[in-house]
Structures are given as C-alpha cells and as structure tokens.
C-alpha cells in the first residue's frame, strides 16, 4: 500500500552534518507517530529519535544534543538533523512512520528502505 521514500544520506567528515528526509510515496492523511532508527552491519536495529503529533519528542542518549527529529505537517514529511556526527553514528538510517491514509482510518506503521550515512575524513 503505502511505501516510504527516504533521502539525504551521504559521505562527511566527522563534525559534519546532514539532514535526513522521510516521506510517503503517494498522499496521505496523516502523520500521527514518527520515529527514526539506526542499524550496522552485524547490530542490532537501535532506535535513535522519535516524535509525536503533539509535539513532544525524544532521543537515544547516544544522540542526544545533536540530534533532532521533525515533521512539516503540511507536507507530511519526517526529517532527521543530524550535526556533530561522530564515528559511531554510520549506519543505514530507517525511518517509520505511524499514519492514516484516509481520514477515519487506523493509525498503521511503515517502516521505509534506509539510506546509508558514512562518516569518514
């Protein structure tokens, strides 16, 4: 049904920063719970940050203070500022996404493909 694009990963230096992107591939009603997560090869999937309609947000202590999760409601798009990376941050970044794609509909969860952060001088 719904699939979620994702965008803006990429190649810095350590100190640098990007800025992620999450977004469903075709309109949508709402965004009501969105969340991102971090996963390296032979890890385990870590949640890193998410964010609820209502404003409030949290975060992993190990991004805490560089990290920031947001959403432009009108858009319905979910980002992920990222600044000060570190190296221990490169990984396939995942972002999910509670939504209703119809009003009146269930709040239902989509998980999108990844994109790849690489910190590296």
């Known amino acids: 049904q719904v699939r979620l694009l994702e965008s803006g990963g990429g190649l810095v230096q350590p100190g640098g920063s990007l800025r992620l992107s999450c977004k469903a591939s075709e309109p949508i009603f709402s965004v009501n719970t969105f969340a991102w997560y971090r996963q390296s090869p032979g890890m385990q999937r870590e949640w890193v940050a998410a964010?609820?309609?209502?404003?409030?947000?949290n975060y992993a202590d190990s991004v805490k203070g560089r990290f920031a999760i947001s959403r432009d409601n009108a858009e319905n798009t979910v980002y992920l500022q990222m600044d000060n990376l570190q190296p221990e941050d490169p990984a396939v970044y995942y972002c999910?996404?509670?939504?209703?794609?119809?009003?009146?509909?269930?709040?239902?969860?989509?998980w999108g493909p990844g994109t790849q952060v690489t910190v590296s001088s």
């Open positions: 999910k996404l509670g939504l209703r794609r119809r009003a009146g509909s269930r709040v239902n969860e989509y």
């Open positions: 964010g609820v309609s209502g404003g409030a947000t």
